[in-house]
């Protein structure tokens, strides 16, 4: 485990169950001292070794609900329980103890944290993906991707806000 090294974690899916629904996107914002970079594992390149890989040497994986929604699908889908591998910080708990409530998106709007892509949520993210898959449409997927990117980034923003 490198020092320092912190994992800001979001999914995508085509829906709330992963019994029904796949993982479309995974975004994990590195971070360590000053330098990041973002990864994010699409589609088919969504696999247990390429998230092993990712997250080789972190020492902290931060989520949005992520105890309730993201860590979950992933172990599902994936068969590998993240909570168990990693620390966890689900940033949605320190939420709820300084009074600010809702979604992430919510919770930023409480914060002044900004974003650009204000008219795009989780149902706008499975029609992107989909208009992507059937009809193979780069710019839908460019914007799903731009979203995660935006989510990931704000989960560090937040973090340093709360903690």
């Not at 629904?21 to 995974?26: A, E, G, K, L």
């Not at 040497?57 to 979950?72: C, E």
């Not at 329980?81 to 409480?110: I, P, T």
């Amino acid at each position: 485990m490198q020092p320092g090294l912190e994992a800001y974690l979001d999914i995508e899916t085509t829906g709330l169950s992963p019994r029904d629904c796949q993982i479309t996107v995974i975004g994990i914002y590195l971070c360590q001292g000053g330098g990041s970079r973002l990864v994010h594992l699409v589609g088919e390149d969504i696999t247990t070794d390429s998230l092993l890989q990712v997250l080789e040497g972190v020492g902290v994986i931060y989520t949005y609900n992520g105890t309730r929604f993201d860590l979950p699908f992933i172990h599902r889908l994936l068969g590998v329980d993240l909570a168990q591998l990693f620390q966890h910080c689900d940033l949605m708990y320190h939420c709820w103890q300084s009074n600010l409530y809702g979604g992430l998106k919510a919770v930023e709007r409480q914060l002044g944290i900004k974003r650009k892509l204000l008219d795009i949520n989780g149902y706008e993210a499975v029609r992107l993906w989909l208009r992507y898959v059937n009809d193979y449409n780069q710019k839908a997927l460019a914007t799903l991707l731009e979203y995660n990117k935006e989510d990931v980034l704000n989960l560090k923003t937040l973090r340093e806000r709360l903690l």
